[in-house]
């Protein structure tokens, strides 16, 4: 050792860029240990669970903060890095914590913290930990100080474990949830992989010129890792105002009548959920003929946020039934009533598309978050489901915007595309949203986005009044309890805005 050890609460001054934080103890029969960080803000929280960095969320989007892993030798040692040149200036104190995984931490010898500058490894501060029955602790802590950094030794345990410890500091902790019914294996076209850390958000590629306007190659994958599909034949839906031709093996109503036609696959639901989809259908082709659209046809996609704070709705199955009412405008829009459909926190997923025959299994199958336990070591997923720990956890809206964007460009429709987006907010990434938001104004695909009774939609709340955009491309609502919201209401806000973009997008040269 080069420093003079620690006692409990004591601190000394960081004057080096970045830091290792080193959790070390004897190897041999004890319990495994885990290091973690969470990046408190004003108040002493975290600002959403994106500002928790451990084993399953290993770098911050800062990337001021990275789990770096385990070494194995007479010590053991788990290291949290620290760039405290790249902490956000939201940020005030950086607590360096650690869980026991098969015990407690009395069991374990040794135990301490060490603190080292990132780039000649000397020792700056070193922590003997004392501990008994705790399974999680909060060992040391970096704060600001003036213009400067701190480390203080902090000590303090929790037998809680490291969902107690977490919970103080304001992560969301999702209960555990009874696993899925088997079903037939569903891959999903677009499998989400988790970067070891996450590196500095790349600055977004220049809006690029619609294709839809000539035959030029779809754009290579975006910056946020987007697989972008092989291009797909035009969709056959023709002009986007001409009378809906009726899907195969379906009823079609005749034109004008007002009744919507059966769409393949709904004869097959269970007649309760056939009988909820037959009225919902009745009554989003009302909310669209009142904003005089109502032969309107379009490609859906649907995206679900799934950070941790969303983990009550999940649970509640409030999002289960926003999924169904959807399909219901899906059904109305599309001939064959197929949704595509994506999902994200930390990163972007694709799920599986959603037909209305399927609807019962998908719901089960792809719309969960039990999964995700953050405290739960990862397990393959089974049934075609998105591994969710892979998603993450927070919040980045620009990735799964980037994602869809890709999609469309590549699977080019000569119909319009209206994207049904659904956060409970904690919006931080503005100026990345805004940037991919205000790249396609000019392509054919309305945004809209339903806050679902949290706070801080951030940029999407004020697109409305935002300038410089040929057409408004984005509508943004929120609702405290949309569980509590009649199907009317709900699709006659839905509905509002995407009608006047069709005509200005159409009046602009944007659809054809």
């Known amino acids: 050792m080069t420093s003079t050890p620690l006692s409990k609460g004591a601190n000394v001054p960081v004057a080096v860029p970045a830091v290792r934080a080193e959790l070390a103890w004897g190897a041999g029969g004890g319990p495994d240990a885990d290091a973690s960080a969470l990046l408190l803000a004003g108040g002493g929280k975290v600002r959403d669970d994106a500002d928790f960095v451990f084993y399953n969320q290993p770098g911050h989007a800062s990337g001021a903060v990275r789990h770096a892993g385990k070494r194995q030798a007479a010590v053991v040692t788990d290291t949290i890095e620290v760039d405290l040149a790249r902490v956000e200036p939201g940020i005030e104190r950086i607590m360096l914590c ?4 098969g015990g407690a931490f009395g069991a374990m010898t040794g135990l301490g913290l060490r603190l080292l500058d990132a ?13 008994t029955s705790e399974t999680a602790l909060v060992a040391g802590e970096l704060y600001r100080r003036g213009d400067g950094w701190k480390f203080r030794a902090v ?4 037998a809680s474990g490291l969902a107690g410890l977490a919970t103080d500091f304001g ?6 949830e009874e696993a899925a019914p088997p079903a037939a ?24 010129a619609s294709p839809y306007a000539s035959a030029s190659p779809p754009p290579p994958p975006s910056s946020y890792g987007a697989q972008t599909p092989p291009a797909q034949p035009a969709s056959p839906y023709g002009s986007p105002y001409g009378a809906r031709p009726a899907p195969g093996n379906a009823s079609a109503a005749a034109p004008g009548s007002g009744v919507p036609s059966l769409v393949k696959g709904e004869e097959h639901l269970p007649v309760d959920m056939r009988k ?3 009225l919902r259908k009745e009554q989003v082709a009302v909310s669209l003929r009142k904003h005089g659209a109502d032969n309107v046809r379009a490609r859906v996609i649907i995206v679900l946020d799934a950070s941790g704070s969303m983990s009550r709705l999940y649970s509640q199955r409030v999002v289960h039934d926003v999924v169904e009412r959807m399909a219901a405008v899906a059904a109305a829009l599309v001939p064959d009533g197929v949704m595509q459909a994506w999902t994200f926190a930390s990163n972007p997923a694709r799920l599986p598309d959603l037909d209305l025959g399927s609807l019962p299994q998908w719901l089960e199958l792809h719309v969960r978050v039990g999964s995700i336990g953050i405290f739960k070591r990862r397990k393959p997923s089974a049934n075609g489901q998105v591994d969710m720990k892979l998603v993450g956890f927070g919040n980045e809206e620009q990735k799964v915007i980037a994602q869809v964007r890709d999609y469309v460009r590549g699977a080019p429709s000569a119909a319009p595309t209206l994207v049904l987006f659904f956060s409970d907010g904690g919006v931080y990434r503005n100026a990345e949203i805004e940037r991919e938001l205000r790249g396609a104004v000019e392509e054919p695909l309305f945004w809209q986005f339903v806050g ?10 004020r697109f409305d009044t935002m300038s410089g955009r040929r057409v408004d491309n984005v509508g943004f609502f929120a609702v405290d309890d949309i569980a509590g919201l009649s199907d009317a209401e709900l699709y006659d806000r839905l509905l509002t805005e ?8 159409t009046a602009a040269g944007i659809l054809r």
């Open 452 to 461: 679902l009774g949290q706070s801080n939609y951030g940029v999407l709340e």
């Open 185 to 208: 294996p569903v891959p999903a076209p677009y499998p989400v992989t988790a970067p070891a850390a996450a590196p500095p958000m790349p600055a977004a590629p220049p809006p690029p």
């Open 98 to 101: 650690a869980s026991a995984d």
């Open 155 to 158: 000590g303090q345990g929790y």
């Open 171 to 176: 992560i969301s902790v999702d209960e555990e």
């Open 119 to 131: 780039a000649s490894g000397a020792e700056l501060a070193y922590f003997p930990v004392a501990a």
């Open 276 to 278: 909820r989809l037959s």
């Open 498 to 505: 995407f009608p006047s973009w069709l005509k200005a997008a």
